[in-house]
């Protein structure tokens, strides 16, 4: 019997990359509100990336925003402005979060 190894660091980062690169290959094909789903799936799976590189500190607000994700994301399929008021929501939350942390920009100065 083969024995299970701890998911690494390493590993999380190469599952969101296949997990991204598929998602962009799907967006070609796939109904244009997928996109948004796929999209909403990458950011809840980065909140735990903190889970696998230790380097990273646990985080209650990005918990907070991935418990709001999973218990909303499903509603894209029975009710888009649900879907689309969580993610605006987040949206605001997130920019909230920014400003309140001094984060004022995602681009380093040069």
């Known amino acids: 019997m083969k024995e299970e190894r701890a998911i690494t660091g390493d590993d999380y980062l190469l599952e969101l990359v296949a997990f991204l690169a598929t998602s962009a290959r799907g967006c070609i094909d ?9 999209l909403i799936e990458a950011l809840s799976r ?9 380097c990273l500190k646990e985080d ?14 499903q509603s894209l399929v029975f009710d888009v402005q649900e879907f689309q008021d969580m993610v605006d929501r987040i949206v605001l939350q997130v920019t909230k979060e920014l400003k309140r942390r001094g ?8």
């Open 103 to 110: 984060s004022t920009s995602l681009i380093p100065p040069p």
């Open 46 to 54: 980065l909140t735990d990336l903190p889970k696998y590189a230790k």
């Open 30 to 38: 796939e109904p244009p509100m997928y996109g948004p789903l796929r």
């Open 60 to 73: 209650e607000f990005l918990r907070n925003i991935k418990t709001e994700i999973e218990q909303k994301k």
